[in-house]
């Protein structure tokens, strides 16, 4: 969609949003920042993160401090204070999200639980569809160049992130 007024334009792009962790990554501003990216909104606004690209020589470390922190979501009335995720806005975007789920399950193997972290093969079918609800989607990547090829292969992308110390790193990312 596009809402023009005046002069400015606001293109709406979609969504399926992608954030890249490389190696050098300050791991604990990383996990608290993808904390609130993959789940503060409920997967309910466009630039939700819902792709995780992790380089391979931190992605356990990465991911089993995230599985931790998703552990102490609290979960509840958005208006209470201490509440990370609040509702879903509709009984249709439940029935999405759920449906979505069992999408999920279809193609990957795992455990689920509310909100939800899947590790799953970059060529499901899934991870190339917009769920709007908080589930993460996490691939192991090599290098810089693998994490911009899967970060790009979606047909949606309205934003996209990276976590390195870098600049030549950044440099590279932002000319791809």
């Known amino acids: 969609a596009c809402f023009c007024h005046g002069m400015v334009c606001l293109l709406e792009l979609s969504g399926n949003n992608a954030i890249i962790v490389m190696d050098d990554a300050d791991i604990q501003l990383a996990v608290r920042s993808m904390l609130f990216a ?5 997967g309910q606004r466009c630039t939700t993160c819902c792709r995780l690209l992790l380089h391979e ?3 356990r470390t990465f991911l089993d401090q ?8 609290r979960i509840g009335d ?7 995720l ?9 029935d ?11 193609q990957s193997e795992g455990n689920f639980v509310q909100p939800t972290i899947v590790e799953i093969s970059l060529s499901a079918p899934v991870v190339r569809e917009e769920l709007f609800g908080p589930v993460l989607y996490v691939m192991k990547v090599q290098n810089l160049k693998e994490a911009v090829e899967i970060n790009n292969s979606v047909p949606q992308g309205l934003s996209s992130s990276i976590f390195t110390k870098r600049p030549d790193i950044i440099f590279k990312w932002i000319d791809n």
């Open 38 to 42: 993959a789940v503060g909104t409920a």
């Open 57 to 59: 020589s931190i992605y």
């Open 66 to 73: 995230l599985v931790e922190v998703y552990k102490q979501v």
């Open 78 to 84: 958005p208006l209470e204070n201490g509440t990370l």
């Open 86 to 94: 609040g509702p879903l806005h509709t009984p249709a975007s439940r």
């Open 96 to 106: 999405a999200f759920l449906k979505g789920i069992q999408t999920i399950r279809s």
